[in-house]
């Protein structure tokens, strides 16, 4: 049996080329962690649209996939940057209409829950932004945390103080 | 809890996560003998991160890739569209940027079709009720329609339901318009005419050619883009 890995380079050089039956079996493998992402990331509202957004800039720089990499890392890192880009969006928008921070789209934080029992991931969809970005991306993706700080443009210290402040944040849904 | 231990416990991830100097992990491990809290808390920080390793990935409730198909194909025909001055042509196969030659079989094409007038019935139907549900459903079963009848369902919502959304969308931005920048405002004027010469060119090459398949999916693919950008646009405004 061939490793996905060795599926997913020989797929990436043929979708390269333009091959579509190739992408859509990039996108078959990989689909379900993306959307993990996205969906943890921004929210599930906003999972599906940034699934697709991912793919379809993933399809537009396939060229730049050299292989160095692990097809599904150089994905990963295309999908975060769309996903940050669209978060980056929101806020610009947000800055002139709601003062306090948000959590997710059209939720204040202060609404985040300490409710006992709740699912997990609904209680990391519910963090504060920062706090839930670097979680994610620290305990869930296993990044470093000075490979946060690049992608998030924050200090690694940052990083460190928003990790300790989510995961203090989610010890309310192990009851 | 003392100051001790509340400085203590910042510390408790970076010692979880085995990110302390030597000296510091000592001294960390020397007040955790005497703090009952702080053991307490830093087993159930243990809990969480075991917890974040077991999380599991679902695939998203629907299939995604049909409207993923159908954006990358409509993305590289826009590019070569406008590197054409506005020529619209049609065809299976397009070459794209880097000299790609992006290809789709049938049933992909099917599929995106499908995906299509399922999305633009949806976003009609997300109009008619005021922008309060986000997930769009459509609002008649397109899913298993033959494709030859997707087009024609197409051409219906195209007549019929289309410009009553867009004229419900453009009331909404227009009360709403002052709560966006100008930036946006322009840069979304500019998408509009773009997209309005596009939609004209193709309506035109379609009364000279009307049973034209693909200039029929272009045509509504570029509609939507239209209801698509008009719906982001007056979220915006009650963001």
């Known amino acids: 049996m061939v490793p996905d890995t060795d599926l997913d380079s020989q797929d990436a050089a043929l979708a390269a080329e333009g091959d579509s039956g190739a992408f859509e079996r990039l996108y078959r493998r990989h689909v379900a962690r993306i959307h993990g992402l996205a969906r943890r990331m921004a929210g599930p509202d906003d999972a599906d649209e940034l699934t697709q957004d991912a793919f379809v800039r993933a399809w537009q720089k396939i060229a730049q996939f050299r292989g160095e990499a692990a097809f599904g890392s150089w994905l990963y890192r295309v999908a975060i940057s769309v996903i940050l880009g669209h978060r980056r969006r929101l806020a610009i928008h947000r800055e002139r209409t709601a003062p306090e921070e948000w959590n997710r789209e059209g939720r204040p934080s202060h609404e985040r829950s300490s409710e006992i029992g709740m699912d997990f991931d609904t209680a990391i969809e519910r963090l504060p932004a920062r706090a839930r970005h670097v979680f994610v991306l620290h305990d869930v993706e296993g990044y470093k945390h000075h490979e946060i700080a690049r992608m998030l443009k924050i200090t690694a210290g940052t990083s460190k103080s928003q990790l300790h402040r989510a995961r203090m944040l989610l010890r309310a849904t192990l009851a | ?239």
């Open chain 2, 1 to 239: 809890m003392t100051d001790s231990a509340d400085t203590w416990r910042d510390r408790l991830s970076e010692y979880l996560d085995e990110a302390l100097e030597d000296s510091e992990r000592s001294e960390l491990e020397e007040h955790l003998e005497g703090c009952e809290e702080c053991r307490e808390t830093l087993v159930e920080l243990r809990q969480v991160v075991a917890r974040a390793g077991k999380l599991v990935d679902a695939p998203p409730a629907r299939d995604l890739w049909p409207e993923i198909a159908y954006r990358i194909r409509e993305t590289e025909e826009g590019e070569r569209h406008e590197s054409r001055a506005g020529t619209a042509e049609a065809g299976s196969s397009l070459a794209g940027r880097h000299g790609r030659s992006f290809t789709f079989s049938v049933p992909q094409l099917a599929a995106a079709a499908v995906t299509l007038v399922a999305l633009s019935s949806g976003i009609a139907w997300q109009i008619a009720g005021g922008f309060s549900a986000r997930q769009a459903e459509p609002a008649v079963p397109v899913a298993q329609a033959p494709a030859q009848t997707n087009l024609l369902l197409a051409s219906r919502i195209a007549n019929n339901d289309y410009e009553s959304a867009i004229a419900q969308l453009e009331r909404v931005l227009n009360v709403g318009r002052d709560r966006l920048d100008s930036a946006t405002v322009r840069k979304v004027e500019e998408k509009l005419a773009l997209i309005d010469k596009a939609i004209d060119e193709a309506r035109q090459a379609l009364s000279a050619d009307p049973s034209n398949a693909y200039l029929n999916r272009y045509l509504v693919g570029t509609m939507r883009r239209k209801l698509d950008l008009l719906r982001r646009t007056a979220a915006l405004t009650e963001l």
